[in-house]
């Protein structure tokens, strides 16, 4: 799986949005954009995917750049629950039944 | 949704004992699944793949006569650490992927917790 390049942490006021930014300068054209997180003492849980168009689901909204070489996680309105790592993660749309490849993620912390 | 569960959530046990993890994935079949390890402050790191009917796959630099896989079959694999000793000690994940289309999503168990003494 190609790199990814994240913040090592990001800080968060409660009920604001929140941007995290995602550099993959070498992504390739069959290459999705997976985004996971981990909650404190926690597996990682799947938040959200995309090719090339953005994407939004009840968790957070994917904005996928034009030149696919970078994306930003939004999540539209930061709780407590929210504070996590988060992991940018490529996957080959081939990828199957290959493990996923964790880099070390942005750790987000939310501020009441 | 899809779920994995992990069992124990937590174990603690003297060093040189064999402890038992499982891993199940609820509502779904899993040829493959993935066990992972994490240490403290740190990120996930691979140590093995899973598969239902052969041999599990260990990443570089994991002790496959150490950490035993079985996948015995498509709904639960296990991880047996040998004769434990405290540096063993970390958290584990297992997951297992499912594919929806053209991209698979992988679901990850809760962890198990394993303390040696």
């Known amino acids: 799986d190609a790199k990814t390049t994240q913040p090592n942490s990001m800080e968060s006021n409660e009920e604001e949005p929140v941007h995290l930014p995602c550099n993959h300068s070498t992504i390739s054209g069959t290459d999705y954009i997976h985004w996971y997180r981990q909650l404190p003492s926690q597996g990682p849980e799947y938040v959200i995917h995309?090719?090339?168009s953005n994407v939004n689901n009840r968790m957070a909204s994917l904005a996928i750049a034009e030149d696919r070489k970078s994306s930003t996680l939004i999540l539209h309105r930061a709780t407590l629950r929210d504070a996590a790592v988060y992991y940018c993660i490529l996957r080959d749309v081939w990828g199957g039944n290959t493990p996923l490849v964790f880099g070390k993620g942005t750790r987000l912390s939310v501020i009441a | 949704g899809a779920v994995v569960s992990q069992h124990p959530s937590r174990v603690i046990c003297k060093s040189g004992t064999s402890v038992k993890i499982e891993c199940r994935s609820l509502?779904?079949?899993?040829?493959?699944m993935f066990w992972y390890r994490q240490f403290p402050k740190q990120s996930l790191m691979l140590m093995a793949t899973?598969?239902?009917?052969?041999?599990?796959?260990?990443e570089q630099g994991v002790e496959k006569d150490k950490f035993l896989i079985n996948h015995a079959s498509l709904t639960l694999s296990t991880l047996t650490v040998t004769s434990a000793h405290p540096e063993d000690s970390s958290f584990y994940i297992c997951s297992a992927p499912r594919l929806a289309g053209y991209a698979d999503t992988q679901y990850f168990g809760p962890g198990t917790r394993l303390t040696v003494l």
């Open positions: 995309g090719l090339t």
């Open positions: 509502d779904f079949q899993a040829t493959t």
């Open positions: 899973s598969n239902e009917g052969s041999k599990a796959t260990y």
